[in-house]
Antibody, heavy 122, light 107 residues
Framework: EVQLVESGGGLVQPGGSLRIYCAAS????????MSWVRQAPGKGLEWVAN????????YYVDSVKGRFTISRDNAKNSLFLQMNSLRGEDTAVYYC???????????????WGQGTLVTVSS | DIQMTQSPSSLSASVGDRVTITCRAS??????LNWYQQKPGKAPKLLIY???SLQSGVPSRFSGSGSGTDFTLTISSLQPEDVATYYC?????????FGQGTKVEIK
């Protein structure tokens, strides 16, 4: 059974940093692109970043470029999102999602975690 | 960035009704269009990928169609468990973008 379990969310002050995690199981993690998608309270879905199977390519939405860094550890079946210089508008539930199996940068998100809440507030 | 526009933003229909949600892309995205269902407090669930392919395990009352810029999600016979918000998403180019969502309720 495919499982994605996020952790590491919490309350952080504006300008602060946080690292969130996604533990993957039930599939060959190193075969897939992986993405982070977020949802602000009461709002819609926003793709944040994704990373190629071997970590050699990474893409970000403009609003987080230079502040967020996506990474992965295939040996530990883990995905990470390092978030720096956090702002109030980064407050959201952050979902880890399985992305493309092949060479395509993105196909569709067929499995999602339950999400971890990041709250940026003083 | 490619903008995705869904209509309507919300709808109310009776059990057994046929429900149609439309999604329009700001430029051609071929068939790189996916549909998700999100119930309150839950993660999104993939329903349709590549515009018209039904994800494994999804009831056959859900179907998708379209290509280019105009796409449709149809629920052939609305069921109480279909109450949710539905999102379209394009995977044609980065950044992958979502529509604003369509909230479906039972009348």
């Amino acid at each position: 059974e495919v499982q994605l379990v996020e952790s590491g969310g919490g309350l952080v002050q504006p300008g602060g940093s946080l690292r969130i995690y996604c533990a993957a199981s039930g599939f060959t993690f190193s075969d897939y692109w992986m993405s982070w998608v977020r949802q602000a309270p009461g709002k819609g879905l926003e793709w944040v970043a994704n990373i190629r199977q071997d970590g050699s390519e990474k893409y970000y939405v403009d609003s987080v470029k230079g502040r967020f860094t996506i990474s992965r550890d295939n040996a530990k079946n883990s995905l990470f999102l390092q978030m720096n210089s956090l702002r109030g508008e980064d407050t959201a539930v952050y979902y880890c999602a399985r992305d493309s199996l092949g060479a395509a940068v993105s196909d569709y998100f067929d499995y999602w975690g339950q999400g971890t809440l990041v709250t940026v507030s003083s | 960035d490619i903008q995705m526009t869904q209509s309507p933003s919300s709808l109310s229909a009776s059990v057994g009704d046929r429900v149609t949600i439309t999604c329009r892309a700001s430029q051609s995205i071929s068939s790189s269009l996916n549909w998700y269902q999100q119930k309150p407090g839950k993660a999104p669930k993939l329903l349709i990928y590549a515009a018209s392919s039904l994800q494994s395990g999804v009831p056959s009352r859900f179907s998708g169609s379209g290509s280019g810029t105009d796409f449709t999600l149809t629920i052939s016979s609305l069921q109480p468990e279909d109450v949710a918000t539905y999102y379209c998403q394009q995977s044609y180019s980065t950044p992958q973008t979502f529509g604003q969502g369509t909230k479906v309720e039972i009348k």
